[in-house]
Nanobody
Framework: QVQLVESGGGLVQPGDSLRLSCAAS????????MGWYRQAPGKERELVAS??????NYADFVRGRFTISRDNAKNTISLQMNGLKSDDTAVYYC???????????WGRGTQVTVSS
């Protein structure tokens, strides 16, 4: 129903910043909820940030460092990550929910590695 493609991951030093992007194959207006999750090796996938109409939600571990945003003209959502820490190392996945669908749609992920 929707294709999601993440980009922007990479290898950075602690304290650096990255901006992840997720391009959707359809208008963001047709998506009920969009967000970012991450999964580190040996750990469960966890919510990083999400947004729906008129609201945003952030995981506690973001600690004010990350910001989720959208560009409706480009059908893209972004995750600005500042002050990256080694604990942020994970594969970051874009996801979207559509009304009437029981399961979300996922991108393939983009690797973020924070290492000194």
């Amino acid at each position: 129903q929707v294709q999601l493609v993440e980009s922007g991951g990479g290898l950075v030093q602690p304290g650096d910043s990255l901006r992840l992007s997720c391009a959707a194959s359809r208008s963001l207006f047709s998506l009920h909820v969009m967000g970012w999750y991450r999964q580190a090796p040996g750990k469960e996938r966890e919510l990083v940030a999400s947004m729906s109409t008129g609201s945003t939600n952030y995981a506690d571990f973001v600690r004010g460092r990350f910001t989720i945003s959208r560009d409706n003209a480009k059908n893209t959502i972004s995750l600005q990550m500042n002050g990256l820490k080694s604990d942020d190392t994970a594969v970051y996945y874009c996801n979207a929910r559509i009304n009437g669908w029981s399961s979300p749609f996922w991108g393939r992920g983009t690797q973020v590695t924070v290492s000194s």
